[in-house]
């Protein structure tokens, strides 16, 4: 469900997508990094890849951060709806807060999937680039959840309080 919380009108920045008003370099930027992470060389030569104690239990605990991040990103879409939705972190003219369903456990759930997935993916092939590339999307994904908070702020009045009580990418921790 949706917060009935006023909305403030932002004024929509409309220029060509290209000088990135909106946050268009970001999306690129995002792109490019869950495609190295997913694509990406695995280890340079000479390495090997990373080893884990219990070698069987490792790609399980990978294959089920990878369905846990699935299952919290599309489900952050849904609960979005198509009024919201929007690849770029600035909001929709007509968007409204949403602060249930998987909002409840993190404000950002599509972006915390996105860095189960990554992790998961990264146990999965043990590759230490892969885990490097990871690392950078979580520090990625941080620097543009602070940008994207900051139009939300300007948007959503209530928006400060929801902050309050609820963590940002990390369900209780951060």
Do not use: C
């Amino acid at each position: 469900m949706a917060s009935d919380t006023a909305q403030t009108t932002l004024p929509a920045p409309r220029a060509p997508w290209w000088k990135g008003t909106r946050g268009e370099w970001y999306v690129v930027a995002q792109v490019a990094l869950m495609a190295l992470v997913l694509l990406g060389p695995r280890t340079w030569r000479g390495a090997g890849l990373l080893s884990f104690p219990y070698p069987k239990a490792w790609p399980v605990a990978g294959l089920v951060l990878i369905v846990t991040g699935a299952i919290l990103g599309i489900s952050g879409g849904f609960w979005l709806g198509q009024r919201n939705i929007t690849p770029l972190p600035y909001p929709r003219d007509k968007a409204r807060m949403v602060d249930s369903g998987p909002y409840r456990l993190v404000r950002h759930p599509m972006y915390a999937g996105g860095i189960l997935i990554a992790f998961g993916w990264t146990i999965w092939v043990r590759g230490p680039l892969t885990l490097l590339y990871t690392l950078v999307l979580v520090v990625f994904a941080d620097i543009k959840s602070r940008r994207e908070e900051r139009w939300l702020q300007a948007k959503f009045p209530g928006y400060a309080d929801y902050q309050a009580r609820v963590r940002k990418l990390i369900p209780f921790v951060y």
